[in-house]
Every structure is written in structure tokens, then in C-alpha cells.
């Protein structure tokens, strides 16, 4: 008994020694990477993700981080060798101010700017790829979705169930609105869709004036509903449909360069990071197999639809 104790103990302590070292090394690592610049005349900045101020991360997912992004737009807009800037969005949307500092950080750029929405580009998304001076994005592209969400889970029909109650003491009569143990009152309905109202106009004429549109087209389309990108293109939301290397070609003519190369921004993961995605995936997958056996028969019994 006391040898396997030992065992453990000893297994724990190589663990820790294991994951400071990492620490260590990858902090190291990312050091000198931030100190190279990379190679190219158009900087390409990725934007994936939910987008956050600081960037969401578990589980290895790391979202698109405004304070990221905005740095590398400025270190490419004080780059003399870089002659343009691409944003190449893969994003469903996220913070309203998140999305609002990208924007502005992109607009305040002296360089000429390029959006290339991949599958998804929608919603705070989109707000940053119409700051751009041209978006690209495929036929089938989401686009759009120009609305603005607020929602959570109300717990108090589930106290009620259970016999169980929540006491709050305020200071401030809508100090707790929103608060998912209670039901919203009407006034509080009131005040928080008010709020939505606004960030949506806010929204509706940030894209007119990006765009160049009246704001009275962008209310009309501003629905909340994505567009793919042949309808988008219809619609005024994007200028050219296409991909990469339709990107690369367009670049090449308006900036009249004879060679496109694309600097890539982005920060390099660190070890922990990269350890932590690959067991992420690991888990992800045994999950999918599982589910896969637990539905295997279902499966052959239904119609399959997949995009």
C-alpha cells in the first residue's frame, strides 16, 4: 500500500515538474517568436471565432481576441513593406465592443484593407469586414445577420417546482435585472430591449456608413437573417465573390504589384496550449466514436442532410 502511495506521489511530482518546465519553454519560445516579423507585402490577419475582447479559450478553442487583432493591424500599418491588409474572417460575431474596436482599428489604418469572409462571416463579423475598402466572399458564404442577441436562462419556474426561494437585497430598483433567478417584470423587459434597439441603430449605421449605403437600405436588410454570398453580393454587403487566390489576383490589379505574398499574423501557440488541443481533440474524438456507435443504427433509418 505505501508503495503505491509512493508511486503516486511520485508520478504527481514529475507531472508538475513537467507542465512548469512547459510553462517555461513555451513562454521562452513565444518570446523569440514575437520578435520575428513575418516574411511578405500583404499582411494576412485571421480572424476565427467568437469574438472577445480578450478571446475565448477552453478546452483548446481559442476564439478571435480584439486586443490580439488591433495589435497586429497597427504593426502592419507602421510595417513600410507591407503594401495592404487582409482579413481573412472565419467568425460567427461576438461582443458588440469587441467587434466595434476592430472596426475602428481598421478604419484609423493608412493602408488599403481587404476582407475575405470564409464560411462564416456574420453578425460582429460582418460589422469588422464592412469597415474594410473590399470584401471578398464565396457564393455560399453566411454573411450578414445584422441584429444584435441578449438571452439566458431563467431558473425561477425551477425553484418554484422544487419549493425552494431566492432572496436578493438591492440598493437600486433594477440593480438585479437580468438576474436568472426571477422573472423579468415588464418595465425590465422594457429597459433591456431598449438597449438592444440602440446597439442594433448603432450597428444598422456603422455598416451604412462603412458601405456607403442609406441607412434606410441597411434598416430594410438589417433583419437579423444571414445572406449567402451571392445574395449578399445582390444586396450591396460585399463587392466580389470568389476566394484566396481571387483575393490574391484582386490585390495584385488595384495595387498594381507584381508579386503577392501573404505575411501571416498570428500568434504562435504555446506548448501548453498545443498539448492541451491535442488531448482536446483526443477526448473530442473518442466522444464522436462513442455517439457514433450509441446512433449507428438510428442513422441508417433517416435522411441525412449535411452542408
Known amino acids: 500500500m505505501e508503495k503505491k502511495k509512493s508511486r503516486w506521489k ?38 476565427k471565432g467568437v469574438i472577445t475582447v480578450e478571446g475565448v479559450q477552453s478546452l483548446g478553442i481559442k476564439g478571435a481576441s480584439s486586443t490580439e ?16 491588409i487582409l482579413l481573412e474572417i472565419n467568425s460567427p460575431g461576438g461582443g458588440a465592443v469587441a467587434s466595434k474596436e476592430i472596426a475602428d482599428a481598421v478604419k484609423r489604418t493608412n493602408k488599403t484593407t481587404y476582407a475575405l469572409i470564409r464560411e462564416i462571416g456574420a453578425s460582429g463579423g460582418y460589422w469588422i ?9 464565396s457564393e455560399l458564404s453566411i ?8 438571452s439566458y436562462i431563467e431558473f425561477e419556474g425551477l425553484l418554484r417546482k422544487y419549493n425552494m426561494t431566492y432572496q436578493r437585497l438591492i ?15 415588464f418595465d425590465e423587459r422594457e429597459i433591456l430591449q431598449s438597449k438592444l434597439n440602440k446597439m442594433h441603430d448603432y450597428f444598422i449605421r456603422s455598416v451604412a456608413a462603412n458601405r456607403n449605403m442609406p441607412v434606410g437600405r441597411v434598416r430594410e436588410i438589417a433583419t437579423g ?12 454587403l460585399i463587392d466580389t465573390l470568389g476566394d484566396k487566390e481571387t483575393a490574391k489576383e484582386l490585390i495584385k490589379q488595384q495595387l498594381n504589384l507584381t508579386v503577392v505574398e501573404f505575411a501571416e499574423y498570428e500568434k504562435p501557440k504555446t ?6 488541443g491535442v488531448f482536446s481533440e483526443n477526448f473530442f474524438l473518442i466522444g464522436k466514436g ?5 446512433t449507428e443504427q438510428k442513422a441508417v433509418s433517416r435522411l441525412e442532410i449535411l452542408t
Do not use: C
Request: hydrophobic letters at 50%.
Open 290 to 294: 462513442i455517439g457514433y456507435a450509441l
Open 10 to 47: 511520485t508520478i504527481i511530482i514529475i507531472l508538475i515538474i513537467f507542465f512548469i518546465i512547459s510553462w517555461i519553454l513555451s513562454s521562452v519560445i513565444s518570446l523569440f517568436f514575437d520578435l520575428e516579423r513575418p516574411t511578405g507585402n500583404i499582411a494576412l490577419i485571421p480572424i
Open 69 to 84: 487583432i488591433i495589435e497586429f493591424i497597427q504593426k502592419a500599418d507602421k510595417d513600410p513593406s507591407i503594401k495592404a
Open 143 to 150: 454573411t450578414g445577420s445584422i441584429g444584435v442577441i441578449a
Open 271 to 276: 506548448l501548453i496550449e498545443m498539448l492541451t
Open 129 to 137: 469586414a464592412s469597415a474594410t475598402d473590399h470584401i471578398i466572399a
Open 171 to 185: 440598493a437600486g430598483k433594477y440593480k438585479d435585472i437580468g438576474d436568472p433567478f426571477k422573472t423579468l417584470t
Open 225 to 236: 437573417e444571414f445572406y449567402l454570398g451571392s445574395e449578399a453580393l445582390d444586396l450591396g
